[in-house]
């Protein structure tokens, strides 16, 4: 009997063994591979006054918003976003929370409101659906996000996303158009600030042409200029840009604008006579400028303290329209490298009222600063990726091997029994 139970216990006890080296060499192999396990980082955003980062990485079947704390470095929640294969996305803030535009093949538009605490809301549901690039339809214009362009269905449609809220003018023959429309376009400089105003064209079925305006009413209407027959096109553009901007209280003979030749320094302009005037007189110059419009107040003028950027430090202010005032922005703005001013790849973000200017780039990084003082915050998609390894994770150790057990794969499955 004796041998017999020595006998059962060697079946269990030699598989056993075998099992737990194989164990051993697969959690080994693990660590070393633990780089491989983390997500590319396709966007990034802070929140919530800096305290939150929201990172952009690519999911199944789209794309995942994962929501972490800025202190702890530990994951909140994760937030699916339906995204085609390009996984292209728009971004903005309102209300304190971010707005991130998506779209996908079955659904269409996506457009996701998601709040500090994780909260997300849909404002679209599937009822849009785009032809093209998202990047064509949507952009994030004076803290708005506006859409435009010819849905699925041969509709054409033009929309923003103001304080959180959806609206959508649809442009047939009953908003006062001759004829129905069977094309659309974005009127050339509407969305980089080159024009007052944002303005679509489109062309009618009689063969004229409307101009819309990309800014809706109190009315969620979109206003709407006939172009008269036989005029020419850049002065019925003109004409319309004044109009709608009147209408959204723009004064379009005041623009601010770089100015195309060295040292680039911000002018006023007068888009009406198509007329240059002087530098805008910051605290100190700025040179290799660009102008950031943030919101129905405040504009940034971001740059170089030195004609030539590569000899300077980065500089900014902060212009409020209502007080006429700037605020000092070269102190925090200094951290950032000489690169960054002619990238042109960074976008600045902040809302009225709100103290924090929020930043991010087409490198995959993002910032904030306090605009009452304080220092800037960077971080980059590789810095955020070590947050994903636990501690201990990248090395053997008995948390890595507990988090290698946690998993749970085959081999650990068969092991355990």
Do not use: C
Not at 211 to 225: D, E, F, P, W
Not at 250 to 263: I, K
Not at 310 to 318: F, N, S
Request: glycine share 10%.
């Amino acid at each position: 009997m004796k041998k017999r139970i020595n006998l059962l216990n060697l079946v269990f006890f030699v598989p056993a063994v075998i099992l737990s080296f194989a164990v051993w060499n697969d959690y080994k192999q693990d660590v070393a591979r633990v780089e491989d396990r983390l997500q590319t980082v396709e966007g990034l955003f802070y929140l919530d006054g800096g305290s939150k980062v929201i990172s952009l990485t690519d999911g199944s079947d789209g794309m995942d918003a994962i929501l972490y704390d800025a202190a702890t470095h530990q994951e909140v929640t994760t937030i699916h976003l339906r995204s085609n294969i390009h996984n292209q996305f728009v971004g903005t803030y309102q209300k304190g929370n971010l707005v991130i535009a998506t779209t996908d093949d079955s659904s269409g538009l996506q457009l996701n409101v998601i709040g500090p605490g994780g909260h997300v809301e849909e404002l679209v549901k599937g009822t849009l659906e785009f032809d093209g690039f998202l990047t064509s339809a949507v952009h994030h214009w004076n803290g708005r996000m506006l859409v435009g362009g010819e849905t699925a269905n041969d509709t054409y449609v033009v929309g923003e996303v103001k304080d959180g809220v959806f609206q959508t003018a649809y442009l047939n023959e009953d908003t006062g158009l001759p004829a129905r429309p069977t094309s659309i376009s974005e009127v050339m400089g509407s969305f980089n600030d080159s024009r007052a105003v944002p303005l679509y064209e489109l062309d009618l079925k009689d063969g004229s042409t409307a101009y819309v305006s990309g800014l809706l009413n109190a009315q969620h209407k979109a206003a709407i200029r006939i172009s008269p027959v036989g005029g020419s096109g850049f002065d019925a553009e003109d004409l319309a840009e004044q109009q709608f901007a009147a209408l959204a209280g723009v004064d379009p003979a005041r623009l601010w604008r770089t100015e195309s030749g060295e040292p680039k320094q911000v002018r006023t302009y007068d888009a009406v006579k198509g007329i240059w005037g002087n530098v805008v007189k910051t605290p100190a110059p700025v040179y290799q400028a660009a102008v950031f419009p943030l919101n129905d107040r405040e504009t940034l003028i971001f740059g170089s303290t030195a004609k030539d950027e590569r000899k300077g430090q980065v500089t900014g202010y902060l212009y409020d329209r209502q007080t006429r005032s700037f605020t000092d922005l070269s102190q925090p703005l200094s951290s950032l490298e000489p690169e960054d001013v002619s990238s042109g790849t960074l976008s600045f973000f902040k809302e009225t009222g709100d103290a924090t200017l929020y930043f991010t780039d087409a490198e995959k990084s993002a910032g904030w600063l306090n605009v009452k003082g304080g220092t800037l915050t960077r971080m980059t998609g590789e810095t955020l990726q070590t947050w994903q390894i636990a501690e201990g994770a990248d090395r053997i150790s008995w948390t890595s091997f507990a988090h290698y057990l946690k998993r749970g794969n085959a081999l650990v499955i068969n092991w355990a029994i």
